[in-house]
């Protein structure tokens, strides 16, 4: 038994520093699931959700010990927003139907509140101009226009008296073949429209019954959260890790959208790399700064209010990694911008292929679909990572942490620590 003592604590040794050096998953979950909780509503526009949920994030810099730029991690700014402030509903027929699953409010969305007969839109009125006058000689007012999804595009090009016409409806109601797609919008229509499930939606429907409340809020204030470490050789010049951590909100107090693979992922990943880099034995050669965008789904704001107000001179980026969509990769990861910066995809290629950390990686060129493409827009070198396969849950009520599987985000961090190491050679 002495004699197997030393091999023993060798490998207890040798487990621990192992165990030291992994990911730690447990964090990641727990940070995730404090993201997507309740109370955070959405990281939205409602119940201060996106507030507090930077909060969240200060205290997490704070205690790793990143600096902050002046004397605040907040960069605050204001947007127009509208909000959907109390729970909308529907009634179609006998038919009620739950807000959330059934149906959502579009962005856009008025209030208004009221019974409703329903007209079912010709679609003969885009090739016939008969049908089309026939159609538009009714009195839309005080009716529920029931239409495809796929019917829009083809309405919005209609005249524009006929346009004027729907917008008398009392309501229009979208009926989605599949799945609800929730968003932010930055303006207000004069109308309530309600995105339903066509499945959900019954067959023969006479009369609705609906309520919504709509607010537009025309300087909502928010803010990006931003930290640094400082670089031990060349503290001027700069990597950037960016993620966004708001996403939809919700609509009143019985719905709201978690976002978990958008974008608590994402942030997720950013916390995991500025608690990495904090540590004295991880100290990077370029100082790192980390930042957390407010209002991406509101169309960038964030993003693009902080490449306006930069916090250091924009040019000392040597190179910005986005990180938005990290809760998978069973089949690898998208780089967009990657045919645009070929040395810097083929190095990262190349890591990849050496350590086979994912099935594949492919790039993609320049696109306007998350945070980097304002700092891109600039001159600033940049990479948008997300990852591929696993999960199909997106803008809706059903992007949750329990169906996020998270099967490659280690190797994913193992692969932007290289790729930042690399880069600082």
Sequence with gaps: MKHSVAP???LLLCLAFISGKAQDMNRVQQTIDTLTAPAMHGRGYLYEGDTKA???????F?????????NSYFQPF???????????ELCAGKHQLTPGTDFIAQPASGSGEGKAKVVALDTLIFTDAAAAQQFFSKDLRKRALVYRAKDWPSLAALPAPYQQQLRQAALHVVLHPKTLVASVARQQIGLPVFDVLAAAWPEKVKRVKYEIEAELVPAYETQNVVAFVKGSLQPDSFLVFTAHYDHLGGQGRDVYFPGANDNASGTAMLLELAAHYSKQENRPAYSIAFIAFAAEEAGLVGSTYYVQHPLFPLRQIRFLVNLDLLGTGDEGMMVVNGSVHTNEFNLLSGLNKDAAYLPRIRSRGKAANSDHYPFSERGVPAFFFYTLGGTTAYHNTHDRPEQLPLTRFPEVFKLITRFAAALQE
């Excluded at 204001?78 to 909308?88: D, F, G, W």
């Design 8 to 10: 023993i604590l060798l």
């Design 62 to 70: 704070e205690a790793v010990g990143l600096k902050s730029f002046g």
């Design 78 to 88: 204001t947007l127009q927003v509208n909000r959907i402030t109390e729970t909308p």
């Design 54 to 60: 930077a909060r969240y994030i200060r205290s997490r």
